[in-house]
């Protein structure tokens, strides 16, 4: 539960970032902070994602019970 968390809190703190850039009202120091957090937090996503990612390809169960690691497809 701790990785849902953790995401769930890592990308509110990204769309509030997004929020407070589209605003306009920041100035140059304060969008430059807003920013560098911002891309910390993408960077906390990602790797949430990609743990998760990981987790699903190793528990892939074959149909003769073998577990096997297959690519993730996205479907995009």
């Known amino acids: ?33 807003v920013f560098s957090t911002g891309v910390e937090q ?4 990602r790797k949430s994602l990609q743990d998760v990612e990981l987790q699903v390809e190793q528990l892939l169960k074959q149909a003769d019970g073998s577990f096997t690691r297959e690519a993730f497809l996205d479907e995009d």
């Open 42 to 45: 993408a960077d906390a996503c």
């Open 1 to 33: 539960m701790a990785k849902k968390s953790g995401f769930e809190t890592a990308l509110k703190q990204l769309e509030d970032a997004v929020t407070q850039l589209e605003s306009g009202e920041l100035s140059l120091e304060q969008s430059l902070k």
